[in-house]
């Protein structure tokens, strides 16, 4: 099955930055999550978006639907060191077994 | 503490082997899913299942199979026909209404002897 689009694939920064990172897809879908992974570890929900233009904050880290419901993006402000992992976009479209996953951002935050 | 239990962490195959990696949820879901993800790409859905004995094939489910006799356990098994079996495993379950998010369990490393 596709796979999303998701950029960048790496990013290196100083603590302090704030960064972005985003998703798109061909296909509409009807949910969008955010995902958090540290080495060796399962991914963890950060943020999820249930409708077309939708904001949600959880903290430091900021996420948006797309309105045309094929892209979503996070920002996360003010970086610390422990934001360090690999963060991926999972959009569904139907059904909870119709996921589809980008292939993740890996963050570095320099201290 | 509610949550997904995978277990062992790591494991290791040899040639011609079949091995089973365990997935236990308390969190009363009646979702369960299987993913394998390997270094930069997204993860793979395997197989999933929805309720007791019943599951589906996800995308890549040759050379894999599953049961489910209770609701909380969910195994793989990856058979020796899965030539190229060496990569990061997720059991994953969720809710099974509306769109609700997956929640993962840590993973089992599989690698090959």
Known sequence: GQQLNQSPQSMFIQEGEDVSMNCTSSSIFNTWLWYKQDPGEGPVLLIALYKAGELTSNGRLTAQFGITRKDSFLNISASIPSDVGIYFCAGQRYNNNDMRFGAGTRLTVKP | ?113
Not at chain 2, 51 to 56: A, S
Not at chain 2, 82 to 105: I, M, V, W
């Open chain 2, 1 to 113: 503490d509610g949550g997904i239990t995978q277990s062992p962490k790591y494991l290791f195959r040899k040639e011609g082997q079949n091995v089973t990696l365990s997935c236990e949820q308390n969190l009363n879901h009646d979702a369960m899913y299987w993913y394998r993800q390997d270094p930069g790409q997204g993860l793979r859905l395997i197989y999933y299942s929805q309720i007791v004995n019943d599951f589906q094939k996800g995308d890549i489910a040759e050379g894999y199979s599953v049961s489910r006799e209770k609701k909380e356990s969910f195994p793989l098994t990856v058979t020796s026909a899965q030539k190229n079996p060496t990569a990061f495993y997720l059991c994953a379950s969720s809710e099974d209404r509306g769109n609700q998010p997956q929640h993962f369990g840590d993973g089992t490393r599989l690698s090959i002897l």
